[in-house]
């Protein structure tokens, strides 16, 4: 068996990388079919709106100025489910204006690198509950920015006090996920940040249950 698998190994690799090659070529030119069939009903997408205002604040100096007057504070909840798209432009939004802050920005066109007007950008999330990278909001992005708003002078406030769990679960859970989360952040994994219940016990009623299965079971038997 060994042997045939190291036969047909490279001609299957083969194999996938040209249907991947036909295949990124088709889906390419749908999308781009798509976007022409869309400009020509003058309609736009979800995609399409997060994509163009990013360019418009990135390119129109007068309308970014324009609506970092109007919003001149930005609250964002459940960051964790922010998409790179998203993020540039509360970014361009948040950003410093005056030119001791904006001198310090080696790429002005790079919203990785943009200085933020103290007190303007307040986000809210939990790196551990980013699960939505099927639309491109995983955990680098939410450590980027927040590494972002530390170095221009914002300050980090762990939260850790758990309202929702009764200490039974919260002490279950920070032995169990102490193990699998490291002690550090790493541009792919949130650290360990242990939960402090912040509720009462309420009996022996609450808390953890194992439940073990047999691992032979028989009908009729009960587990």
């Known amino acids: 068996e060994s042997f045939h698998a190291d036969v047909v190994q490279p001609y299957l690799a ?78 361009w ?27 303007a950008l307040f986000v809210v999330g939990d790196p551990k509950q980013s699960i939505y990278r099927f639309r491109r909001a995983d955990v680098e992005i939410y ?10 002078g914002g300050q980090v406030a762990m939260l850790t006090a758990c309202f929702r769990s009764v200490p039974a679960l919260c002490e279950w859970a ?3 996920f102490a193990e699998i989360f490291p002690m550090e952040a790493t541009p792919e994994q ?12 309420k009996g022996a009623a609450f808390g953890v249950r194992v439940i073990e299965v047999p691992e032979k079971l028989s009908k009729g038997d009960d587990v």
Not at 144 to 151: A, L, N, S
């Open 14 to 91: 083969a194999w996938r990388q040209y249907v991947y090659r036909l295949s990124i070529g088709l889906l390419t030119r749908a999308r781009l079919a798509a976007s022409d069939e869309r400009r020509r009903l003058n309609s736009l997408n979800y995609g399409d709106l997060l994509n163009l205002t990013a360019r418009v604040l990135r390119e129109n100096v007068g309308v970014r100025r324009a609506l970092q007057q109007k919003y001149r504070y930005l609250l964002v909840d459940e960051f964790q489910d922010t998409d790179p798209v998203q993020a540039e432009i509360v970014f």
């Open 93 to 119: 939004l948040a950003e410093a204006t005056d030119v001791a802050s904006t001198a310090i920005t080696t790429n002005p066109r790079d919203w990785r690198q943009m200085p933020l007007r103290p007190g």
């Open 143 to 152: 450590q980027r920015v927040r590494d972002r708003i530390e170095k221009t």
């Open 174 to 176: 920070n032995g169990a």
């Open 190 to 201: 949130p650290s360990f940040a242990g939960l402090q219940a912040a509720r009462g016990e």
